[in-house]
């Protein structure tokens, strides 16, 4: 994740990280990509049903039974090793993770051994009442998917009146007093509505956004045609900076951030040095605490069958599975050549990246969007955008 709030408009300082120690169970939520531990946020796909039918969902989740879903007690069993292991957070996914008939119970147990539970969801299951007990379980933050307004959105969804629901869940969450943030994945088919997106956020008072940028992972790979060029992609960036800017300058300071793309970094740092070097300083040290790409290492997934993977999309690259082996172990066993390198991917990567000025901030950007594309695990991530000129170092310019 990048921070554009926190990056580009000063929201957080280095101080701010310090303070803690890096330590990531003692970080506030907001500071957690700055942990110096990187002890895993696990992303836990409580099923794969769905009630929706996006086009690039990376599970390709359909509103059917799956065979193999953990039960409750293997579910809870994963939850207490997770707390054992001091693993800060568990954001409960999907599918849709609201359809899960004991996904109560499990948020319930997470927050009783200790945990921050989240949840990305739809959104559009989130009744009054639905909010209510979800507030009252300790709930952290709700994160509901919004890829535009109401025709580009329900059309991703492939259900109409997807967007009318999943506002209303918005709405319902906020009035319990919860965090709420939204999510959009940029495409070639909804970049337009990026401004419309942050006149939502405004109008509504939405404290969070994350901008993800397009994973071919899933059902999103007969979409990849759909991601931007890389002029596209700068545009876009710029357009978020800007955006955010101007809410700030209105006294409205939401919490901005893009995902997937850690190209986004230094492209940052890079406009910062034309127009506040004083804070470009003070961003370069923030990129070296964040460190890039965490798939491996600060971000892990478990799915609804129990098998572990490096992130949510890289889902033909199993380490084990949970039935047979806890997470802790798994998580931590560099016998398996794919978990030892992406531990120190930095050594491993080849191409623009082996090179790259910016690699101890990036770490490579995404492995599995590179092998989804190029075959080569190791190869540079096809979506960096930065120019040769910019991923030069200094000496060489």
């Known amino acids: 994740m990048i921070g554009i709030s926190k990056l580009y408009l000063g929201a957080v300082e280095e ?107 739809n959104g559009t299951l989130i009744t009054e009442d639905r909010a209510a007990r979800l507030k009252d379980l300790g709930l952290s933050y709700v994160g509901v998917s919004l890829d535009g307004l109401e025709a580009t959105h329900d059309s991703f969804r492939k259900v109409n009146g997807a967007f009318s629901k999943a506002v209303s869940g918005i709405q319902n969450s906020m009035r319990q007093g919860m965090k709420v943030g939204l999510r959009f994945t940029i495409n070639r088919l909804n970049a337009h509505e990026i401004g419309p997106i942050f006149d939502l956020m405004e109008a509504e008072r939405i404290p969070r956004i994350c901008f993800y940028h397009l994973v071919v992972s899933g059902r999103g790979a007969g979409i990849s045609e ?113 978990m030892a390198r992406l531990k120190e991917k930095q050594k491993h990567v080849t191409g623009r990246c082996a090179g790259c000025r910016w690699l101890s901030v990036c770490a490579g950007n995404f492995r599995a969007r590179a092998e989804a594309m190029t075959g080569d695990t190791w190869a540079s991530d096809p979506a960096c955008y930065l120019t040769d000129e910019e991923i030069r170092p200094p000496a060489e310019t």
């Open 15 to 121: 101080a701010d990280v310090l303070r803690y120690g890096g330590d990531s169970r003692r970080l506030p939520s907001h500071l957690l990509q700055f942990s110096r531990d990187k002890k895993p946020v696990v992303v836990f796909n409580t099923t794969r049903r769905c009630n929706l039918k996006c086009i690039h969902c990376y599970s390709e989740s359909e509103n059917k039974d799956y065979t193999g879903e953990l039960s409750t007690d293997e579910a809870k069993v994963l939850i207490d090793d997770l707390a054992r292991f001091g693993a800060p957070v568990i954001l409960f996914s999907g599918g849709e993770p609201l359809m899960r008939p004991d996904l109560e119970e499990l948020i319930a147990h997470a927050v009783g051994r200790g945990m921050r539970a989240v949840i990305s969801t």
């Open 226 to 338: 759909m991601m931007l060029s890389d002029n596209e992609t700068r545009a876009v960036v710029d357009l978020i900076m800007d955006r955010t800017k101007a809410l700030f300058d209105k006294g409205f300071e939401p919490e901005v951030l893009t995902v997937d793309n850690h190209a986004d970094g230094p492209y940052v740092y890079l406009r910062l040095m034309r127009e506040d070097p004083n804070r470009a300083a003070e961003v370069l040290k923030l990129l070296t605490l964040n460190q890039g790409n965490s798939s491996g290492v600060g971000i892990a997934c478990v799915s609804f069958d129990g098998e572990v993977y490096a992130d949510q999309f890289w889902r033909n690259r199993s380490f084990g599975n949970v039935r047979r082996r806890p997470f802790s172990e798994i998580w931590t066993d560099v016998t398996n050549p794919l």
